[in-house]
């Protein structure tokens, strides 16, 4: 009997002693979430339990294999958010032409007046450079892919001076407004069959009179009293162009972007066009050649 009882109070004392062990373990594990974010604090020697650290090192590896998934691809705007920066665009108005106008017996093409001999006076000729065959050479760019605003081309003037319009060639944004005047000591008139709205009648020295120009293209000025007298308001319906220089060569700066119809004109020796594209703030020679191969 007293062997039985030995045997069983064994028995017993084992059981809670396990209990009390495994009681003990859970609440290390029901702890576990508090010393793993103390792990780090954790003296040296002393380290965490070891079925905690491996139940962290599984979570930690779990959640760093989700956070990297290879198999995982960065959505669009992360990639491009991802690459190098890139330089700054170039402007895109900062295109330039720039050439060389060829007229031949530029000599001949002086649209001067001839002399006012009616009354026996002398021939006269004007000094004025914008009498030079060059400086009457206009190039122009006219945009093919875009429409242009059109500022009114501010000091618009024509003067009719020893019986030469000056200068012949006069360059405008259409809807600009003109003033003509008389600088010769005598009456002048304007007449004009392009743009019939023009017509001044005869007039004294000295008067300006302000004409807007409402239509695009060339628009042949005379007048009627001297009727050698010629010249033109070009109208154009780009406010990208310019006036050759006296030594032929013309350059065109502040080109936008694209594709362009490119004229060059003069009184008498006609209209040349070319087309050419612009991009990347280049600069492009184009050179006008009047002289027929
Ligand atoms: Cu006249």
């Known amino acids: 009997m007293l062997k039985t009882a030995f045997l069983l109070t064994a028995c017993l004392s084992l059981l809670v002693s396990r209990f009390q062990i495994a009681h003990s373990t859970r609440g290390e594990i029901s702890r576990g979430g508090e010393k793993a974010q103390k792990i780090g604090a954790q003296p040296p020697g002393e380290s965490a339990h070891p079925r905690l ?12 294999a989700l956070s990297f998934e290879p198999d995982i691809a960065a959505p669009p705007a992360m990639a491009a958010r991802q690459q190098p920066p890139q330089p700054p665009p170039r402007p895109g108005n900062a295109n330039e032409l720039y050439g060389t106008i060829g007229l031949p017996h530029a000599g001949r093409w002086m649209a001067r007046g001839k002399g006012y001999n009616k009354d026996g006076a002398p021939a006269m000729h ?22 242009p605003a059109l500022p009114p081309t501010p ?30 000591q005598f009456v002048h008139s304007i007449y004009s069959m392009t743009l019939r709205s023009i017509a001044i009648g005869r007039r004294p020295p000295g008067e300006m009179h302000p004409r807007k120009i409402d239509k695009p293209g060339v628009i042949q000025l005379t007048c009627d009293i001297h009727t050698h007298m010629r010249g033109v308001v070009l ?10 220089g006296a030594d032929g060569r013309y350059r065109l700066r502040g080109l936008p972007d694209g594709r362009y119809r490119i004229e060059a004109y003069h009184l008498d020796a006609g209209k040349r066009t070319l087309e050419t594209t612009l991009s990347g703030g280049q600069a492009k020679q184009l050179d006008f050649n009047y002289v027929k191969p």
């Open 235 to 244: 109208s154009l319906e780009t406010p990208y162009f310019t006036r050759a």
């Open 126 to 147: 004007s000094d004025d450079p914008m009498a030079d065959p060059n400086r009457n050479v206009i190039v122009s760019a006219h945009p093919l892919d875009f429409a």
């Open 155 to 184: 000091e618009a003037v024509v003067t009719q001076k020893e019986q030469t319009f000056l200068p012949c060639v006069l360059p405008v944004t259409v809807g600009s407004t003109v003033y003509f005047m008389n600088e010769d």
């Open 53 to 64: 650290c491996g139940l962290a090192c599984a979570v930690s590896s779990k959640i760093n």
